[in-house]
């Protein structure tokens, strides 16, 4: 039984870690300049009803702004998204990632000037048990597949990429200290919304997870 103890004792110290995420992550992401960022709130979302005394996948999301001579313009929401843990089963049999019995923190971007907890399906933003995304049919893979891209049927996928709604995903176990998180995290996060070139937007040694979509774009 020590080892029941021993795997709560590790849920319990990790969601404790996780909880102070949001008052530290609008300092770690350090807006460069041309860009602001609100602070982060957790998202309606963090709770499953079916397992409310446990985190299995929580997000907490802050504005991005592009600043301006008079006022700032909201351009899209920032997420981050604790997938600690997956139980939905895929609908397509395909083989498993290697990250898919990893926990990690997604990275997401949603573009608009009011987007909301209202205005994205956070099943768009999960993954299966095998570690590919829920809705993989509606993603296109950039960056080796570092990076993807979510597109509704008949949206182009050759936009700013301020204008665009992605996310990566990045193992917890690839971040134990807040320079990890800045360079798997928040350095590719800032470099996508730069329109940094393809192919320079993740380090070589990048421990971002990998999806091998069907569909696929070197922009």
Same mark, same amino acid.
């Given at each position: 039984m020590s080892n029941v103890y021993n795997s709560f004792a590790n849920v319990v110290k990790i969601t404790s870690e996780l909880s102070t995420l949001q008052q530290?992550?609008?300092?770690l992401f350090q807006a460069p300049e041309a860009y602001g960022l609100s602070s982060f709130a957790w998202t309606p979302h963090e709770k499953s009803a079916e397992h409310e005394w446990v985190c299995i996948w929580a997000a907490i999301g802050a504005t991005v702004f592009a600043e301006g001579e008079k006022k700032n313009k909201p351009i899209g929401r920032?997420?981050?998204?604790? @997938?600690?843990?997956?139980? %939905?089963?895929? #609908?397509?049999?395909?083989?498993?990632?290697?990250?898919?019995?990893?926990?990690?923190?997604?990275?997401v971007f949603i573009a608009g000037n009011n987007v909301t907890d209202k205005t994205y399906d956070p099943a768009s933003l999960q993954f299966t048990t095998d570690g590919w995304p829920v809705v993989a049919d509606l993603f296109v893979a950039h960056e080796g597949g570092r990076l993807i891209q979510y597109l509704?049927?008949?949206?182009? @996928?050759?936009?700013?990429? %301020?204008?665009? #709604?992605w996310l990566f995903a990045v193992p917890l176990s690839a971040m134990p200290d807040r320079d990890h998180f800045r360079k798997e995290l928040v350095d590719p996060f800032w470099s996508t919304m730069k329109n940094k070139s393809p192919g320079t937007i993740f380090s070589e040694s990048s421990a971002a997870c990998r999806f091998p979509l069907a569909r696929s774009s070197v922009g």
């Open positions: 530290s992550a609008r300092d920032l997420l981050l998204c604790m @997938d600690l843990f997956r139980q %939905t089963a895929p #609908a397509v049999v395909r083989t498993a990632l290697p990250h898919s019995t990893e926990s990690f923190l997604t990275c509704e049927p008949g949206e182009q @996928d050759n936009a700013d990429w %301020t204008k665009r #709604a």
